[in-house]
């Protein structure tokens, strides 16, 4: 019965910046390992975030110096900050929990001038 709700995506401009949120129902994400994918129209799901229950983070190369990770286990939710965004960023992004093969809806994050 675990639900991930992805929000907070939408169309910016190149060089805007989006804040993403997952709320995670179903399972309390205390001492689990989360992260954040995304995928294009026509490439494979890429991962673009990681979290690990003391805070530690790690971010593909697309996404180094640009987004930031975060979590908040009292509001049982992970976010991405994005920012100087690019139109290659264009993708859906999904919620993960590491050792849970299963995926919500994403949330759509378009840029576009």
């Known amino acids: 019965q675990v639900q991930f709700v992805e929000s907070g995506g939408g169309l910016v401009q190149p060089g805007g910046s989006l804040r993403l949120s997952c709320a995670v129902s179903?399972?309390?994400?205390?001492?689990?390992?989360l992260g954040w994918y995304r995928q294009a129209p026509g490439k494979e799901r890429e991962l673009s975030a990681v979290?690990?229950?003391?805070?530690?983070?790690n971010y593909g190369d697309s996404v180094k110096g640009r987004a930031t990770i975060s979590r908040e286990d009292v509001k049982n939710s992970i976010f991405l900050q994005l920012n100087s965004l690019k139109p290659e960023d264009t993708a859906i992004y999904y919620c993960?929990?590491?050792?849970?093969?299963?995926w919500g809806q994403g949330t759509q994050v378009t840029v576009s001038s």
């Open positions: 993960r929990l590491f050792g849970l093969d299963f």
């Open positions: 179903g399972i309390d994400i205390r001492g689990l390992r």
């Open positions: 979290i690990w229950s003391d805070g530690s983070t």
